[in-house]
């Protein structure tokens, strides 16, 4: 096995870790928002509970509405948890699928509820990537066009979804700097184990 899972809380810039790494040693990347929209773009049946549970109008077209399907699910703790009750079994069940199909070959999940889910034993290495609270907001208030105590609820409901995973196996990565020092920061011996685990020139997927 050659496989990578990269979390952490959003804003944190753990996607920004798996770009990094990919273009440093190729891997195969699969990014867990994109296959959970992709999911519910395209079963009907978990179409239908999200409408039951968040509103009709969470759905046009076959299509789900994503912006307003998460100003209703970030409402509350009880909404996100609904959220993740319709949509997680499935998807875990696709991106189980997807991170071990590639046999030897190198990949990384990059997803915020590895640990959450309990899914460590898929992988070979384990990164957490860390920011404080604020750097994550002023980032998150660039990529979001939210009012600002709106991005805070968002975030305050995830951190109080799952904490920190604890652990030997996970690697830390400080991530409140520059994009600079966080490329100097992967490249050091500190996250060797990272680079080692993968091989193989990259894509998305």
Same mark, same amino acid.
């Given at each position: 096995m050659r496989r990578v899972g990269i979390a952490g809380y959003m804003g944190s810039g753990k996607t920004l870790v798996a770009s990094i790494l990919s273009r440093q040693e190729g891997t195969f990347i699969i990014d867990a928002d994109a296959v959970a929209k992709q999911l519910m773009n395209s079963n009907a049946v978990i179409q239908k509970e999200l409408a039951a549970a968040f509103g009709g109008d969470v759905i046009k077209e076959k299509t789900v509405v994503f912006s307003l399907l998460a100003c209703r699910a970030f409402r509350s703790q009880e909404d996100l948890v609904r959220l993740n009750r319709i949509v997680h079994p499935l998807l875990l069940l696709e991106l189980?699928?997807?991170?071990?199909?590639?046999? %030897?070959? @190198? *990949?990384?999940?990059? /997803?915020?509820?590895?640990?959450?889910? %309990?899914?460590? $034993?898929? +992988?070979?290495?384990?990164?957490?990537? $860390? /920011?404080? +609270? =604020?750097?994550?907001?002023?980032?998150?208030?660039?990529?979001?066009?939210?009012? !600002?105590?709106?991005?805070? @609820?968002?975030?305050?409901?995830? =951190?109080?979804? +799952? %904490?920190? !995973? =604890? @652990?030997?196996?996970?690697?830390?990565? &400080? &991530? &409140? @700097? *520059?994009?600079? $020092?966080? =490329?100097?920061?992967?490249?050091s011996e500190e996250c060797a184990p990272l680079r080692q685990i993968i091989s193989e020139r990259g894509k998305t997927i």
């Open positions: 189980k699928r997807r991170v071990h199909e590639h046999g %030897g070959r @190198g *990949t990384i999940l990059d /997803a915020a509820l590895i640990s959450f889910w %309990g899914i460590e $034993e898929w +992988f070979d290495a384990l990164c957490w990537v $860390e /920011a404080d +609270f =604020e750097t994550r907001f002023k980032r998150l208030s660039r990529k979001l066009a939210l009012h !600002p105590d709106a991005i805070r @609820g968002r975030m305050r409901l995830q =951190e109080n979804l +799952f %904490g920190r !995973p =604890e @652990g030997s196996r996970w690697i830390a990565v &400080n &991530n &409140n @700097g *520059t994009i600079a $020092e966080l =490329e100097r920061l992967m490249a």
